[in-house]
């Protein structure tokens, strides 16, 4: 494992439905954050975690919510989605601003019906 | 808004050739440029990274190039392998935080 695990790695749900991802990082860092994966672009920043407290919301539609309850831990609570959401949604962790990079998780791969 | 343009989409290469994937960033304030490279079914991982006031850096059979005047940096690799077959990531960053990637190249190595 990379040290940054990510819950459940695969999920279908309607768009009526209200489901969570969760992250969990084992690697001591400060930072988390949530990025979308879609075919063929740029990884899309979500949003910033830094010591628990949000730091960055880049224009996310507010059918995503994120919950940051500790440094070691992320969730992106999903509900009333679109079919345009389905991609691979990917957790990192950094110690501090992350400009040396990051470390992912494995991603879990959404499929919105 | 994206910053970091990524060159080809996808490439294929003969096993022991060399693989070359380019990447070119409009913002000069970007402090760090690094390759992440990812496997199917895996999040990305960090692979190599340069300095901008460093014209190459090499591990192992990975290499960046930098031009600064250009704006331009490329990630070598020499000896590809099969192995070596994933998606591979550019990125920019800055020491406050701020990190962009490119599209992406998807790299096949022939056996």
């Known amino acids: 494992e990379t040290g940054v695990t990510q819950t459940p790695r695969h999920l279908v749900m309607g768009m009526t439905n209200k489901k969570s991802l969760k992250c969990e990082q084992h690697l001591g860092h400060n930072a988390m954050y949530w990025y979308k994966q879609s075919a063929k672009k740029p990884l899309e920043l979500m949003f910033v975690?830094?010591?628990?407290?949000?730091?960055e919301n880049n224009s996310v539609p507010s059918r995503f919510s994120p919950e940051c309850p500790n440094s070691s831990h992320l969730f992106l609570h999903l509900h009333t989605l679109q079919p345009e959401d389905s991609a691979l949604y990917l957790c990192?962790?950094?110690?501090?601003?992350?400009?040396?990079?990051?470390?992912f998780g494995s991603g879990t791969r959404l499929t919105v019906v | 808004q994206q910053q970091v343009k990524q060159s080809p989409q996808s490439l294929i290469v003969q096993k022991g050739g060399i693989s070359i994937i380019n990447c070119a960033y409009e913002?000069?304030?970007?402090?760090?440029f690094p390759w992440y490279q990812q496997f199917p079914g895996k999040g990305p991982a960090l692979l190599i990274a340069?300095?901008?006031?460093?014209s190459e850096k090499k591990e192992g059979r990975f290499t960046i190039s930098f031009n600064k005047s250009a704006k331009q940096f490329s990630l070598h690799i020499m000896d590809s392998q099969p192995g070596d077959s994933a998606t591979y990531f550019c990125?920019?960053?800055?020491?406050?935080?701020?990190?962009?990637f490119g599209a992406g190249t998807r790299l096949t190595v022939k056996p």
């Open positions: 975690y830094n010591f628990k407290e949000q730091t």
């Open positions: 990192a962790s950094s110690q501090g601003s992350g400009a040396f990079g990051y470390t």
């Open positions: 340069i300095r901008p006031d460093v």
């Open positions: 990125a920019a960053s800055k020491v406050s935080g701020d990190m962009r």
């Open positions: 913002n000069t304030a970007f402090d760090y």
